[in-house]
């Protein structure tokens, strides 16, 4: 079984500081992880994934993910946000190649103020 | 670019009506699934075909069905629309092998059932 939470539903930061968006999961086998951003009325976009190769993964728009097996986490990061940046953010994670067993977060919405 | 298109972004029905979504990609991707997008529930599986004219069942597919009478197409069925079918509805792809669980997706198809 597998499951992923998102630790916080809504995320408020200014423009120029630091983005942490938090996601913590459940795995019986070695898990891949990714994160997707969808912007208002948009589909989901894949930020970045990670597949058991480097512990850190960069991803576009400069975000920058971790995954930390001993805390089971796979947070996401930024060092400035923009205000582009403004949308709702989905941690993934998959135990199988096949897509039918992605299992999907509730989702983090980030709001970015000046 | 490639694309995943749902022909109708905003559709509002009546109780009992029968609703069709539509979906082409042109990515020539084997892969194509329905999600429903709930606020604070993620995004839920209805249905995903591997195939042409082959479907499988996800985890919510009461209610709906499903058509692929060619690769590029994949077409969500509402036999008899309820109100608690009011959602957005995301159409994705994938290819097979190691990118199979990374999903392009539509810009989503917001269902209204009065």
């Known amino acids: 079984a597998q499951s992923v939470t998102q630790l916080d539903s809504h995320v408020s930061v200014s423009e120029g500081t630091p983005v942490l968006l938090r996601c913590n999961y459940s795995?019986?086998?070695?898990?891949?992880l990714f994160w997707y951003v969808q912007h208002p009325n948009k589909g989901l976009q894949l930020l970045l994934k990670?597949?058991?190769?480097?512990?850190l993964v960069k991803g576009i728009n400069g975000f920058e993910a971790e995954f930390k097996k001993s805390e089971t986490s796979f947070h996401l990061t930024k060092p400035s946000a923009h205000m582009s940046d403004a949308a709702e953010y989905f941690c993934v994670v998959s135990t199988t190649g096949t897509a039918s067993k992605l299992t999907f977060g509730t989702g983090t919405r980030l709001q970015v103020t000046l | 670019d490639v694309k995943v298109t749902q022909s109708s972004r905003y559709l509002v029905k009546r109780t009992g009506e029968k609703v069709f979504l539509e979906c082409v990609q042109d990515?020539?991707?084997?892969?194509m699934f329905w999600y429903r997008q709930d606020p604070g529930l993620g995004l839920r599986l209805i249905y995903f075909s591997y195939d042409v004219k082959m479907k499988e069942k996800g985890d919510i597919p009461e209610g709906y069905s499903v058509s692929r009478e060619k690769k590029e197409r994949f077409s969500l069925i509402l036999e008899s629309a309820s109100t608690n079918q009011t959602s957005m509805y995301l159409c994705?792809?994938?290819?097979?092998?190691?990118?199979?669980?990374?999903?392009?997706f539509g810009a989503g198809s917001r269902l209204t059932v009065l």
């Open positions: 795995s019986s086998y070695s898990p891949s």
């Open positions: 994705a792809s994938s290819q097979t092998g190691s990118g199979a669980n990374v999903l392009t």
């Open positions: 990515m020539d991707h084997e892969n």
């Open positions: 990670y597949t058991s190769a480097a512990t």
